[in-house]
């Protein structure tokens, strides 16, 4: 079974239009995909790391206090995107990083 897998993964690897497609959907090596790649996967990730719990101590300081529900709902996605870190966000964006250099 694994040795199938692997014969077919060999035969998409060596098939040209699947090295053709690879080659278009590569990121190119510019400096707006690079920082797009940090702002929006290693940044959030690195600032839920260092600050999280001080993100959330002042959520939910300013949660306890009466709120518009757009104001509460705000308050609730800051403490979502950034009190728990997500590694896998982290592995992606250095994963991206890797294959734009590479």
Do not use: C
Request: hydrophobic share 50%; proline share 5%.
């Amino acid at each position: 079974m694994r040795k199938k897998l692997l014969e077919k993964v060999e035969k998409v690897k060596s098939h040209p239009a699947a090295k053709e497609s690879l080659s278009k959907i590569k990121p190119k090596k510019t400096f707006w995909s690079l920082l797009g790649v940090a702002l929006f996967f290693v940044v959030p990730e690195v600032v839920a790391l260092i600050w999280g719990t001080d993100i959330k101590a002042w959520t939910q300081s300013h949660l306890a206090e009466p709120l518009t529900l757009d104001q509460e709902y705000r308050y609730k996605a800051i403490e979502m995107l950034f009190t728990e870190p997500s590694y896998l966000n982290l592995i992606l964006g250095i994963v991206l990083f890797v294959w734009a250099f590479y």
